[in-house]
């Protein structure tokens, strides 16, 4: 388990926003500041996954964050970010009474309760000289909703539907960001091993790693 680091807040600047496209685009208008943010929104009117899926972000039903961050990582380590999120996330629902709900990361970005997913995470970046130059890490999460619509119904989930009641989303928001915080501050120090040993002990299936995939130099890529 990593430890918690409570020095200078990485993250300097918070937006909450009631209606975003999604919180990822958002951020993507701050890239040049070179400052670390978080936006926080009620509803993502085309909130996405991976390869260009939507993600269903119904207004006051979910979490829905992300986070900007300038690591000086090599490219290859790019899938790092993800896990690094994924433990987060894990971290701050154990931390709220979540952990008698084993949840389980698919990997390489969903999170998983009973076999359905109740979140997932969307990392894109920018590379330059094989140099990751920025990165935005979006995180879904079901909170509140009783049901899905019928093409999600049997793959997915929320705490309330799983029994856990969160009252406070920018509490939760809160701890995912200072778990965050720790696993950057745990790579920054070399610590690749320690957090890739981590993620897969709460891996669903066989460890399989994460892929990336790749892209010309200087354009934004998801992971």
């Not at 208008?29 to 085309?46: K, L």
């Not at 970005?109 to 076999?115: A, E, F, G, V």
């Not at 799983?162 to 939760?172: A, N």
């Not at 965050?180 to 002990?201: A, H, P, Y």
Request: aromatic share 10%; net charge neutral.
């Amino acid at each position: 388990m990593w430890r918690m680091s409570y020095s200078m807040p990485m993250f300097r600047y918070f937006d909450h926003l009631e209606t975003v496209t999604s919180t990822n685009e958002h951020l993507k208008a701050f890239v040049a500041d070179g400052v670390p943010r978080i936006t926080m929104a009620d509803e993502q009117t085309t909130g996405k996954g991976r390869y260009g899926h939507s993600w269903y972000s119904e207004k006051g039903k979910g979490l829905y964050v992300s986070f900007l961050a300038y690591p000086t990582w090599n490219a290859a380590r790019a899938p790092f970010l993800t896990m690094i999120a994924a433990l987060a996330l894990i971290r701050a629902l154990e931390a709220q009474g979540g952990s008698r709900l084993s949840p389980k990361i698919k990997s390489p970005n969903d999170i998983l309760i009973n076999q359905r997913k109740v979140a997932g995470i969307l990392t894109e970046l920018s590379t330059q000289s094989e140099r990751i130059r920025w990165s935005i890490i979006g995180i879904g999460l079901n909170l509140y909703q009783k049901d899905f619509p019928e093409e999600l119904a049997s793959k997915a989930t929320s705490l309330l539907m799983e029994g856990m009641t969160t009252t406070d989303p920018l509490s939760l928001c809160q701890d995912i960001s200072r778990h965050l915080e720790s696993g950057f501050r745990l790579l920054d120090e070399g610590q690749w091993k320690t957090v890739r040993q981590e993620f897969q002990t709460y891996l669903q299936e066989s460890p399989l790693g994460c892929a990336i995939e790749e892209l010309p130099e200087g354009q934004n890529g998801s992971v």
